[in-house]
């Protein structure tokens, strides 16, 4: 496989970090490659927004730091307007379409989703809305298996959590599968 | 300050990346400090050992990788026997006196303490063993204040958790001070 590399980026509160920790777990436990999942603090974080990297690949990943990403996630119009520059030319850009307005002035494939919506609207539950934006980025593009993804899902959650958690992976790859 | 280079490890459940994201959010939100913090996921991981590393530092950090930790910390014998050889020399291994037995064979500070047992016999809470094991590193060393990783589990927890979390915190400050 090409070697994927996604940044996470959103505000605090969304499960950002968790979701990228999710899919790293998911890659390397689950599907046999290599992950690499990193955070950095720098100033950009103490004015609010958070950005979670992640390096999936069939060989080993020496340097964990994502420079442009294939495929960027951006949850807030603050983490869109500060890291939609740094996308790889002719990557993915999934932004949340109830909290983004994208501008589409850089070279990729914007989709926007409702998925903040669809998780309050169907499931009442917007703690699981990090787990929605997986779905959709698996309904998008063949990362991970579905399967494993649970698997890393099953690992970290307690049972009680899971019904709801696997009820917005669902949704989400179902709305990422319409915009393919 | 020096930049500070940590390897947390241990299995998975111990909390080990929690507690390495708390402490570089401690850092970074609440000292005005820059971190960076990172989990790679290889065939180890397939094993069970879970490795997480933080770098905390007055200036950008470029290079996420913890090579060799100032301060180790080993939550299982196998994280030890794994890990125990790359503690930079004059480092501070910190262990967990339940589940490590340690061989001091390496150029360090070793420190072994019952965190695992005060936290079931004195807060009958296995969970927040994580939390216990930063409390004790922040007695043994000064690597942030106790304020700013209180922030940072505020920012992080539910309201309902903070209380167990900070009794952790304060049990493994004591135990880490006694240490000192």
Redesign the interface.
């Known amino acids: 496989m090409e070697t994927k590399r996604l940044v996470f980026s959103g505000s605090?509160g969304q499960g950002v970090?968790t979701a990228a920790?999710i899919l790293?777990?998911a890659?390397?436990?689950f599907e046999?490659l290599?992950?690499?999942?990193?955070?950095?603090?720098?100033p950009e974080?103490?004015g609010g927004a958070t950005r979670s990297d992640v390096i999936i690949s069939n060989r080993?990943?020496h340097?964990?730091?994502v420079g442009e990403p294939n495929i960027l996630v951006c949850l807030t119009q603050e983490a869109y307007n500060r890291y939609s520059g740094i996308i790889r030319p002719g990557g993915l850009l999934l932004a949340d379409s109830r909290h983004v307005q994208t501008r589409r002035n850089v070279d990729a494939r914007h989709v926007s989703l409702p998925m903040y919506k669809e998780v309050v609207n169907r499931l009442a539950q917007p703690v699981v809305f990090n787990i929605c934006v997986l779905g959709a980025l698996l309904g998008l593009t063949e990362l991970v298996h579905v399967a494993a993804l649970m698997s890393s899902l099953e690992?970290r959650l307690p049972p009680r959590l899971l019904p709801v958690n696997r009820q917005a992976l669902e949704l989400g790859l179902e709305l990422g599968k319409a915009a393919v």
Not at 34 to 42: I, L, P
């Open positions: 605090g970090i920790i790293a777990e890659a390397a436990l046999g290599e992950a690499v999942q990193s955070q950095s603090y720098g974080a103490r080993p990943v340097y964990p730091k690992k």
